[in-house]
């Protein structure tokens, strides 16, 4: 009969056994609108700061065989899309690993711009795919403080630093400048595509790039997408043998502790209503 030691060494894994498991396919959730400025409890946000780390993990892997962009967003700020997809392809470069991109509800604008880091993208069927273009919008509050008797004073060094104040009646010149920028950001961003979708893109510039958008199915006749199905069907027939590690990006702290809003400021509960109303105005373009 054996000793209770022996028994007991019989059950802890050889240092050398961790080498003779199977390959990792990495996941990483990309959720939620792209914005560099979340606030304390929000839970679905994209910027470089929030998936960094996920980032990291995902590409860490020591049997590593693809990292895996499950994306649902419905886009955002430009600026941290395109900073979010570089950081992609460095890794990807630096681990020399495929990328593929995995489009669930939405992958629209700036969530066609992360799909677009990956090197291969898949959407189900009715998944909203596209938005290749640039919006900006905000409101026109001129007169509203003159009717609470409310004086704002703006003092600036340079004529233009108060281009498009909500405050003040629309400039049209503020707005041809503000077209030039959105089509300097629009031809930033067909570049992109083009250089990531090379070869693959079927149609007409005006239509692709006009910020339309469409369905999976439709996605994938325009060579949008390289395929149709879902990250575990797919997953599962390209990498039999893998296993599955999702690597989540971080939540702010408040998110993370659920703290009501009863223990935020009045100005933070503000700005919170304030940002819930602006991203459910983002997702509703879409229908979500």
């Not at 609470?148 to 004073?153: A, K, N, T, Y």
Request: with cysteine; proline share 5%; hydrophobic share 45%.
């Amino acid at each position: 009969m054996s000793s209770v030691t022996e028994r007991l060494a019989a059950r802890i894994p050889l240092i050398g056994e961790r080498a003779d498991k199977g390959p990792v396919v990495a996941v990483v959730k990309l959720h939620g609108v792209i914005t560099p400025t979340p606030s304390p409890l929000s839970r679905g946000t994209i910027n470089i700061n929030t998936v960094e780390s996920a980032l990291t993990r995902a590409f860490a892997h020591d049997r590593l065989r693809a990292v895996v962009l499950a994306i649902n967003s419905p886009g955002g700020a430009p600026t941290q899309s395109a900073l979010v997809a570089a950081r992609v392809r460095e890794l990807a470069a630096e681990k020399n690993v495929p990328v593929l991109a995995f489009c669930e509800d939405v992958a629209a604008s700036g969530g066609y711009w992360l799909a677009c880091a990956a090197d291969e993208i898949y959407a189900h069927p009715t998944s909203l795919v596209g938005s290749i273009g640039v919006v900006s919008a905000g409101f026109g509050l001129a007169g509203l403080l003159e009717r609470f008797g409310v004086e704002r004073r703006v003092h600036t060094a340079g004529t233009r630093k108060v281009r498009l104040d909500p405050f003040q009646p629309e400039n049209p010149e503020d707005v041809v400048w503000l077209k030039g920028l959105q089509g300097q950001l629009h031809d930033q961003f067909v570049a992109w595509v083009r250089e990531r979708r090379d070869g693959k893109l079927v149609g007409a510039d005006d239509d692709l790039f006009s910020g339309e958008v469409w369905t999976g199915a439709k996605a994938l006749e325009l060579g949008l997408v390289d395929g149709l199905g879902t990250l575990r069907s797919v997953v599962a027939e390209r990498f039999p043998d893998a296993e599955i590690s999702v690597a989540e990006p971080k939540r702010p702290l408040l998110a993370r502790l659920g703290v009501a809003s009863a223990a935020m400021s009045t100005q933070d509960r503000v700005l919170a209503a304030m940002e819930a109303v602006e991203t459910r105005a983002v997702w509703s373009r879409f229908g979500l």
